[in-house]
């Protein structure tokens, strides 16, 4: 058995600096789930981030050997809690919400906020936070923000998340200050209810083969 145990902050941006690659998943039904996350890690994306903090599809995610769970869309304390019962590695939010971070601090979840604005990065900054999540990055600019930003804060790290396709991966992965890119490109909802889980597998592996020919994330 290679699962995943509770791991710390650290050990999560690690996790993350190797994969690069988050695959996002509005999915609620554990076989489903399960068939994915063993799908995805076949085709060297072992990192599941689902699009709501559900105690249940949490647990399916975590029974896969080896798969990094993660939650998106926390927008309040209680689904910080649900997120940390089940067992999710770490958790995400589209935006900056200052009791969901001092709530996540006390409960020991690695959070990475979500941030839009030069203002709201320097606000996490100042909070001695070094991981954010960039959304919606695509609407904010692309890889060309990305890049405007890590210039004023190199020591910030970002995930950046938003309608990302096979086309514009590699655009970010480029960017040493990217620490990982999360889109839902490689769960297609299509894909998912048809079973079609080998070409979920499939998509997963072009994902890796676009990271193999770019530089790897900085260290944070």
């Known amino acids: 058995m290679n699962r995943v145990q509770d791991i710390g902050e650290s050990a999560v941006v690690g996790r993350l600096a190797q994969s690069r690659i988050v695959a996002v998943a509005a999915l609620d039904d554990a076989e489903q789930i399960e068939a994915v996350g063993a799908s995805l890690s076949r085709g060297g994306v072992p990192c599941l981030q689902l699009a709501e903090s559900r105690s249940g599809a949490i647990r399916a995610a975590r029974r896969v050997d080896g798969l990094l769970v993660g939650v998106g869309n926390i927008r309040t304390t209680d689904a910080a809690g649900i997120a940390v019962r089940a067992g999710a590695h770490f958790a995400t939010a589209p935006v900056t919400d200052m009791e969901i971070v001092h709530a996540c601090r006390e409960l020991e979840l690695p959070f990475f906020p979500g941030v839009a604005t030069p203002s709201e990065i320097g606000r996490m900054h100042a909070l001695g ?10 609407l904010l600019g692309g890889p ?43 769960v297609r909802p299509d894909l998912v209810r048809t079973r079609h889980y080998e070409r979920i597998e499939w998509l997963a592996g072009e994902a890796v083969r676009a990271r193999r020919v770019t530089r790897p994330a900085a260290a944070a």
């Open 129 to 138: 936070i070094r991981t954010v999540c960039l959304f919606p990055v695509d």
């Open 144 to 186: 060309a923000f990305v890049e405007t930003v890590a210039a004023i804060y190199p020591e910030m790290r970002f995930i950046a998340s938003g309608r990302i396709g096979p086309e514009s991966l590699r655009g970010y992965l480029q960017l040493p200050s990217v620490l990982a890119v999360a889109g839902n490109g490689l």
